[in-house]
């Protein structure tokens, strides 16, 4: 493995789901809130995407944030290590549960208390996590992605 890191296969495939398991939940949280606002709101596709992206983004870095100030690292270098840790991991889970959810008929127009809403943003989530699942695993195995955040612990 690159510059002297070794794992071994079940570690990293831990590490791996961990650092995934963490997007999943930034992403969910932005996903969702954006898109309560933007029904709420009646906003349009476009611009229901945009702020359910925004707020993943914002979710899933926060939540990286927050352990590292708390365990005393300034905020700007913490800022930049879960900008390398997060950002490769929640654009994939975006594109592909934003994608799905664009693909499935009617889950767009589907109101908050329809079930094609809750199944197809649930769905997605779900393929988003297996389609992160490789990307951390290979940037964690590579001393990047969440492996950062991981070498402040």
Same mark, same amino acid.
């Given at each position: 493995?690159?510059?002297? $890191?070794?794992?071994?296969?079940? @570690?990293?495939?831990?590490?791996?789901?961990? /650092?995934?398991?963490?997007?999943?939940?930034?992403?969910?949280?932005?996903? !969702?809130?954006?898109? &309560?606002?933007?029904?709420?709101?009646?906003?349009?596709?476009?611009? @229901? *995407?945009?702020?359910? &992206? !925004?707020?993943? +983004? +914002?979710?899933?870095?926060?939540?990286?944030?927050?352990?590292? &100030?708390?365990? =005393?690292?300034?905020?700007?270098?913490?800022?930049?290590?879960?900008?390398? /840790?997060?950002?490769?991991?929640?654009?994939?889970?975006? *594109? !592909?549960?934003?994608? +799905? !959810?664009?693909?499935?008929?009617?889950?767009?127009?589907?109101?908050? =208390?329809? +079930?094609?809403?809750?199944?197809?943003?649930?769905?997605?989530?779900? *393929?988003?996590?297996?389609? /992160?699942?490789? &990307?951390?695993?290979?940037? *964690?195995?590579?001393?990047?992605? $969440?492996?950062?955040?991981?070498?402040? $612990?």
């Amino acid at each position: 493995m690159a510059r002297g $890191h070794h794992r071994e296969p079940q @570690s990293l495939n831990r590490a791996a789901f961990g /650092a995934t398991w963490h997007c999943l939940t930034g992403c969910a949280i932005g996903e !969702v809130l954006g898109l &309560v606002i933007a029904t709420a709101l009646d906003w349009g596709n476009a611009a @229901s *995407i945009g702020i359910a &992206v !925004v707020l993943a +983004f +914002f979710f899933g870095y926060a939540l990286t944030l927050r352990p590292l &100030v708390r365990g =005393g690292i300034p905020l700007r270098k913490a800022a930049r290590i879960a900008l390398a /840790a997060d950002t490769v991991s929640i654009t994939v889970m975006e *594109i !592909v549960d934003n994608g +799905f !959810v664009l693909i499935v008929p009617g889950a767009m127009e589907a109101g908050l =208390g329809d +079930f094609l809403f809750w199944w197809s943003l649930a769905v997605g989530l779900f *393929i988003a996590f297996w389609a /992160a699942f490789p &990307v951390n695993r290979a940037l *964690i195995g590579r001393g990047r992605g $969440h492996a950062a955040v991981h070498a402040h $612990h």
